[in-house]
């Protein structure tokens, strides 16, 4: 898991003023999103399973170094259903780009508020180097009882205090009751231990170095995520519908963040990756392009999707190029699919004929 | 407490000339250098960090915020519902007073091609005398290190441990319920009870892993190489973990199916809103 690129990490605090911020676009949590067109051009977002409008978590501002993709704005989108909150489709990410500077446009559409007794949260930053990264890492497998304690590496322990440690060590040293002696301890070097998860203790130690923290990014084909647990690990084989490249890993979202939202409290995932394709292409005329998230969770009643096939098969707004008459067929389309969808809605059908 | 900060900008204030300084967030690149508008809210200081230091816990799974919250009374709840324990935090939630004691400290070592790699193992035992026991290892390059995940992989391996009356049911339980064995490789370790006031009839090793179980009174019987000190560390473990695993009549009776504490809360919350 030795990464090669520097990380961003992102922290969450409070601010009234969100758009006075350094960056052109906002990185901010838990209000209304600011889009960077009119919001009239596309459909409200709504959850695949239970057709509910979903609520933004947060968005945040990752432009690359590309011209089209130089103003570039993620947004994750959630489902509060009790029932969908055990599925992988609760969660949805969308993508929007921009050449030229965009209009922030913010959204009047109130039920996209995640909370609305809490206030808003901008996203502040950290950088953590690489090498920083793999010292922490390491530090986590030599110290906690993982099982990927093989290999020889060079720890730098500076930072880590023995006190208990040393003090539990000297009281075994001087106790005065008959020891056996050893020269050698026997028993296997490496002692699997099954019920550990090990992975879990080197996340939960990230957790601690950087507290609070909520996002992870690190957008680099080399780069891997902090898993949250080893168990239903994904083989996220999904790809750009443009371009044909494989998505790669570009942030994840920590649970750390629920403690500040205690509406989110009976969401079962530990953790969100996000996957999103390397050259951010412009895919069709569309406006929110939809990437690939995954909700890690290391309970079996939660359904994960198989993810090698790709999900990217619904996608949510209208193509503007479209003439009246083809834009009228679409929705006809859409209403035919609700049609079948949903059985309350045959009175309303009935009148519109 | 600016040592080992990683802050990419000056924590100067900031409200100096908007000189453009080079700040980077999220995305790869960027336009080069980002303006930074006056009256920006300054970045808050990042303690330095520290491993294992008093910090607060947050917790990161669901059964971690239940016992954070205080819903959940006591340890046995967890057990009762075969609730897996990944956070060692919730352990010393509960358990105020648990005893650490390392049982076996020594090198093992493994052959590379740069001559032999030398490493400390350390087998730890966590009790608190009365009715918990949990056993871990783990090796490491300064014994401290290991020591300290060993603990850490103790206090995940928690078990109850049931007690027993060897004859008449008078006073407080004293010694094993009925006659239990554990193994592991080769060593069968077998733990019988005994009456009150014998003590723990066994050898150095399994005798501390039953003392700090709680248990006061036991015959122990072993066999095979128990010289092999994680085998017998370990059957002795297993043995204790099979008080709670044996049937007895005093338990046939009905039991009234409960729910899980994930159950209760959500129902809890569901009340709320």
């Known amino acids: 898991m030795n990464n090669k690129e520097e990380i961003v990490i992102g922290y969450l605090e409070q601010t009234d003023d969100i758009l006075n911020i350094d960056d052109e676009l906002p990185s901010y949590a838990n209000g209304l999103p600011y889009f960077l067109e009119n919001e009239d051009k596309f459909e409200p977002i709504k959850c695949q399973q239970c057709g509910n409008q ?88 030599e110290l906690l009882p993982t099982n990927f304690d093989d290999e020889d590496k060079d720890v730098d322990l500076k930072n880590v205090k023995f006190d208990n440690e040393n003090k539990i060590y000297e009281n075994y040293l001087k106790s005065t009751e008959e020891k056996e002696d050893i020269n050698e301890l026997d028993g296997l070097e490496q002692d699997q231990q099954n019920n550990i998860d090990g992975c879990f203790l080197i996340y939960q130690h990230f957790l601690t170095q950087y507290p609070n923290h909520i996002v992870r990014y690190c957008f680099d084909s080399q780069s891997k995520p902090l898993w949250f647990s080893d168990k239903k690990q994904p083989q996220i084989d999904s790809k750009c519908p443009h371009c044909k490249k494989n998505k790669i890993f570009e942030f994840q979202i920590n649970n750390s963040i629920l403690t500040y939202f205690p509406e989110l409290y009976n969401l079962e995932w530990g953790a969100l990756y996000i996957y999103s394709c390397p050259s951010s292409c412009q895919v069709g005329g569309q406006i929110l392009i939809e990437e690939t998230i995954y909700a890690h969770s290391d309970e079996q009643e939660f359904i994960s999707p198989n993810l090698k096939v790709d999900p990217n098969t619904k996608l949510v707004s209208i193509n503007t190029n479209k003439s009246n008459k083809q834009k009228q067929q679409i929705q006809q389309q859409q209403q035919q699919q609700q049609i079948q969808q949903k059985i309350d809605e045959k009175d309303e059908e009935d009148d519109d004929w | 407490m600016a040592d080992q900060e990683q802050q990419q900008a000056p924590p100067a204030p900031e409200q100096e000339q908007a000189a453009p300084v080079e700040k980077k967030g999220f995305g790869r690149g960027g336009r080069g250098q980002r303006e930074r508008r006056e009256g920006g809210a300054p970045r808050q200081n990042r303690g330095p960090r520290r491993f294992g230091g008093e910090q607060e816990w947050t917790p990161l799974t669901k059964l971690g915020r239940l016992v954070k919250a205080g819903k959940i009374k006591s340890l046995e709840t967890i057990f009762q519902f075969s609730i897996p324990i990944k956070e060692y935090q919730i352990v010393d939630h509960f358990l105020k007073n648990l005893k650490e004691e390392p049982l076996a400290l020594g090198p093992v070592q493994k052959q590379t091609c740069a001559g032999q790699r030398t490493r400390f193992k350390a087998y730890v035992v966590v009790g608190d005398n009365h009715q918990h026991i949990g056993l871990g290892w783990k090796s490491a390059k300064e014994v401290q290190g290991a020591i300290k995940g060993a603990v850490i992989n103790a206090k995940l391996n928690l078990i109850p441990v049931r007690k027993g009356y060897w004859g008449n049911k008078i006073a407080q339980p004293h010694t094993v319920p009925c006659k239990v064995t554990g193994k592991e ?74 729910s899980t504490p994930f159950q209760e809360h959500s129902e809890y919350l569901a009340a709320l809103k």
């Open chain 1, 54 to 141: 979903m609520k933004m978590l947060l968005q945040i501002y990752a432009p690359l170094n590309k011209k089209h993709a130089s103003f570039r704005e993620i947004y994750v989108f959630l489902c509060l259903n009790e029932q969908c909150s055990k599925n992988n489709s609760s969660v949805r990410v969308f993508r929007m780009q921009s050449q030229q500077k965009p209009q922030l446009l913010q959204s009047k559409n109130k039920e996209y508020i995640l909370s609305p007794q809490n206030k808003s949260f901008i996203i502040d930053t950290e950088i953590i180097s690489a090498k920083e990264n793999n010292n922490e890492l390491q530090v986590a497998e």
């Open chain 2, 185 to 258: 490789g080769s060593v069968r370790v077998r733990l019988v009870p005994a009456p009150r006031g014998t003590g723990i009839v066994a050898a150095i090793t399994s005798k501390k892993v039953l003392q700090m179980a709680g248990i006061q009174d036991c015959y122990t019987q072993s066999k095979g190489s128990t010289r092999t000190r994680s085998n017998f560390l370990k059957a002795t473990f297993h043995a204790l973990k099979e008080t709670y695993n044996f049937l007895t009549p005093d338990l046939w009776g009905h039991t009234r199916l409960e």
